[in-house]
């Protein structure tokens, strides 16, 4: 069975700040994919990123970045100089494939973090 | 372009009414997700339809839940005898292709209240 859990249910920083999320993972598989999607207030999951199990390089997209360690099985997301509009909770998720005559990449979420980012 | 379709965004009902919920996924994406969001629990996989396979019920909570997918597009996810715990955001979410790298789109979801 995969698992996704994320120990932090809410975290509040002061705008500027750096913060880090974090994203523990079980799964059995050797190939798998791991995601982050944002929901801010307004409700709709927008994918930030993906990466798979075979590429462990860190990846930075402007204020973003992602460190996927698969020896702890965690794949930790910072945000740097956070500003009011990261506000959101974040979403961890895992994808593995099921041989059962055919394939369903079905996600499976954590329980999210609330991040509040005050002024 | 148009992203994924949910329909109503709002539906309050009544115990023990029937209750249809509509998505229409991106035009193209072959693959179609129910999820289901409640307050604190993260997302609940729920059904997956991919093409014309079989779909994946595995997530479905009891038999009062259901889905179809008509002509590989437009899907209702029906809940029969609504009990006050069906009360959630009902997310749809299409995908390009099935496979693992492939992003899931959401809608914005149904919230449903059942009283």
């Known amino acids: 069975a995969q698992k996704v859990t994320q120990a932090q249910t809410e975290i509040s920083v002061v705008e500027k700040e750096d913060v880090t999320l974090d994203c523990v993972y079980e799964?059995?598989?050797?190939?798998?994919?791991l995601f982050w999607y944002k929901q801010p207030p307004s409700g709709e999951l927008v994918f930030l990123i993906r990466?798979?199990?075979?590429?462990?390089q860190n990846e930075i997209s402007g204020r973003y970045s992602w460190n996927f360690q698969k020896s702890t099985s965690s794949f930790n997301f910072t945000i740097t100089a956070s500003q009011v509009v990261d506000s959101a909770v974040y979403f961890c998720?895992?994808?593995?494939?099921?041989?059962?005559?055919?394939?369903?990449?079905?996600?499976?979420f954590g329980k999210g973090t609330l991040l509040t980012v005050n002024p | 372009g148009a992203g994924v379709s949910q329909s109503p965004s709002n539906k309050v009902t009544e115990k023990g009414k029937d209750v249809e919920l509509r998505c229409d996924p991106i035009?193209?994406?072959?693959?179609l997700y129910w999820y289901r969001q409640s307050l604190g629990q993260g997302l609940e996989f729920l059904i997956y339809?991919?093409?014309?396979?079989?779909?994946?019920k595995s997530g479905l909570p009891s038999d009062r839940f259901s889905a179809e997918r008509t002509g590989g597009s437009v899907s209702t996810l029906t809940i029969q005898r609504t009990q006050q715990e069906d009360s959630a955001v009902y997310l749809c979410?299409?995908?390009?292709?099935?496979?693992?790298?492939?992003?899931?789109?959401f809608g914005n979801g149904t919230r449903l209240t059942v009283t």
């Open positions: 799964t059995r598989d050797t190939t798998y994919y």
């Open positions: 979410a299409s995908s390009l292709r099935t496979g693992g790298d492939s992003p899931l789109h």
């Open positions: 998720a895992l994808s593995e494939a099921r041989n059962s005559g055919g394939s369903n990449y079905k996600l499976t």
């Open positions: 990466r798979n199990s075979f590429d462990e």
């Open positions: 035009s193209g994406h072959t693959a």
């Open positions: 339809f991919q093409g014309n396979s079989a779909p994946d």
